[in-house]
């Protein structure tokens, strides 16, 4: 949430510097937002790229509805997560594909 709020602030603070802000006369009417009239799309310095896969807090979730207790994580690169945890008394690991709802790929 903070990091939420600090990148409304950053947007703002980047388009107050434009001479984007709400406060000048535009051409636009009053009840809608000011917008650049070139064409060109801008890029605010705010956003940043987000990975999209499979997060490790995800695949702890995703662990411990498939049965897992006290799920750890034990590997997490680039195409895959790893999460150990006890099932029945035995240690079972589940390996999670970095891609968008963490498909299962191995269970041991």
């Not at 051409?27 to 009239?37: D, F, H, K, N, Y």
């Not at 997560?81 to 035995?90: F, T």
């Amino acid at each position: 949430m903070l990091l939420k709020l600090a990148r409304v602030v950053l947007a703002t603070a980047c388009l107050a510097g434009l001479g984007l802000g709400m406060g000048q006369a535009s051409a636009a009417p009053s009840g809608s937002p000011a917008v650049a009239a070139s064409s060109a799309p801008t890029v605010l310095l705010a956003q940043r790229y987000e990975r999209r896969g499979c997060d490790a807090r995800q695949a702890l979730r995703k662990a411990y509805r498939l049965g897992l207790n006290r799920p750890v994580i034990v590997r997490d690169n680039r195409r895959a997560v790893v999460v150990d945890g006890r099932k029945r008394g035995r240690l079972v690991t589940i390996r999670f594909a970095q891609e968008r709802g963490c498909p299962v790929l191995r269970v041991r």
